[in-house]
């Protein structure tokens, strides 16, 4: 079924498009935000329309040409088509309709602190092909596009990439289809290649080839780690305090955005805090955030390794971090521990209902909640809600431009 003449009003977090027929919404691949297209369903549903565009008949007014030249194949940007200004009014609706959704929460003005569109990323990760390229996901699928570059990543990153694709080449031309993705870290100086293979054989190989490696490099298997050159680890600079980061630790991809980010946490909790963050990961948050003072829970115990080495690197007096579950917490252990504040940031599904459980009972009046979700933020808010919490405060933080990610900090209080 074709429709026609369709005004595309937004787009959602997964890149494809939004528009008003006149018996549902239509949620459209390949559409422009503020185009006038012609659309064929693929799928209909009991509330909407699956669909894709086949014709534009008006462009968009906040069209622009991508600067990049994958943007129509990669997965990695959705809305680089578009100029900022609309990129961040986006964004704004995204967060605005999710808290009017599902807390019932009306925002009229809500602030964006807006950051670089490009040269942002302190992290990518990029599959390996079987010639041993480089490449991105295509969008809405598992095939890959060969890249040369990503306008994303810092610069140290983009300068290395084709010296770093050599390294893969060169392997994958010895043992074939043996790697499978590389994870690229960079600080100011230094770059960490974290490289997934998926035959044992190679190790030798990489041992003896790049033990003397410029960079620092790890191999991934589903045994272990092997550091095969350099640290293990890059040390990360952040509102004057240093971070050890590992593997697999937690750390925000945009240097710039999470200073923004982390002032904003720190204004919304206010001074002279004993702070429990859950899910601390290695504590580059809490500390960031609230000097010291913190109690810092997390499932794994690598990174609670981490997270006392960092406050050890930047002189904590008064911390503890313990290797739990978030549901290990309860109102005997706040009243222990003499916490007066919560600071969250949970992965993207949010947080489980049990813990909103345990943190009310708890009765702790402050609770900064950090999410890159606006979905899962605003149903948290509800339950909070339930439960006596109300939102204080809610700001957005731009750290993906070109993609309709976003970060956000939010203060839920109560009496």
């Known amino acids: 079924m074709e429709i026609k003449n369709i005004k595309i009003i937004d787009i959602l977090q997964d890149g494809r498009a939004v528009a008003k027929t006149e018996s549902k919404t239509a949620f459209i691949e390949g559409a422009i935000y503020g185009e006038v297209c012609n659309i064929k369903v693929n799928n209909e549903k009991k509330n909407f329309f699956e669909a894709e565009k086949t014709k534009t008949l008006e462009k968009s007014p906040y069209l622009r040409k991508p600067p990049c030249p994958y943007y129509y194949e990669c997965g990695g940007c959705s809305i680089m088509d578009i100029n900022y200004k609309s990129q961040i009014k986006l964004k704004k609706n995204l967060i605005k309709n999710a808290l009017l959704k599902s807390a019932k929460i009306k925002i009229d003005d ?60 060169d392997i994958t031309k010895k043992y074939p289809n043996s790697l499978e993705e590389i994870t690229i870290r960079a600080n100011e100086k230094e770059i960490l290649l974290n490289i997934k293979i998926k035959d044992e054989k190679i190790i030798p190989y990489i041992k003896n080839q790049y033990k003397n490696s410029t960079y620092n490099i790890n191999l991934i298997n589903k045994k272990e780690t092997i550091n095969i050159s350099g640290k293990n680890y890059l040390v990360y600079n952040l509102l004057g305090k240093k971070f050890k980061i590992t593997m697999n630790d937690f750390y925000q991809v945009n240097d710039y955005m999470t200073e923004k980010l982390y002032k904003t946490a720190k204004d919304f909790l206010g001074e002279n805090q004993k702070v429990l963050d859950l899910f601390c990961g290695s504590a580059t948050s809490s500390i960031a955030i609230n ?65 909103i459980k345990t943190i009310a009972k708890t009765k702790i009046k402050k609770i900064v909640y950090i999410s890159c979700n606006p979905q899962t933020l605003a149903r948290d808010i509800k339950r909070f809600q339930e439960k006596g919490y109300k939102l204080e405060k809610i700001k957005g933080c731009d750290m993906f431009s070109e993609t309709m990610h976003v970060e956000m900090v939010a203060l839920i209080a109560r009496d």
């Open 110 to 169: 809500l602030e964006i602190l807006e950051g670089k569109e490009f040269g942002y990323r302190n992290k990518i990760r990029l599959q390996i092909n079987k010639n041993g390229k480089l490449a991105y996901n295509k969008k809405y699928s598992n095939d890959l596009v060969e890249i040369k570059d990503c306008l994303l990543a810092k610069d140290l990153i983009r300068k290395n990439l084709e010296k770093i694709e050599e390294i893969t080449k």
């Open 291 to 355: 000097d010291d003072h913190v109690v810092g829970i997390e499932i794994n115990k690598n990174a609670i390794k981490d997270a006392k080495a960092n406050a050890k690197e930047n002189d904590l007096k008064d911390y503890k971090f313990i290797a739990k579950n978030a549901n290990y917490i309860d109102d005997k252990f706040i009243k222990k521990e003499k916490i007066d504040a919560i600071v969250l940031d949970p992965p993207r599904r949010g947080l489980d209902k049990e813990i």
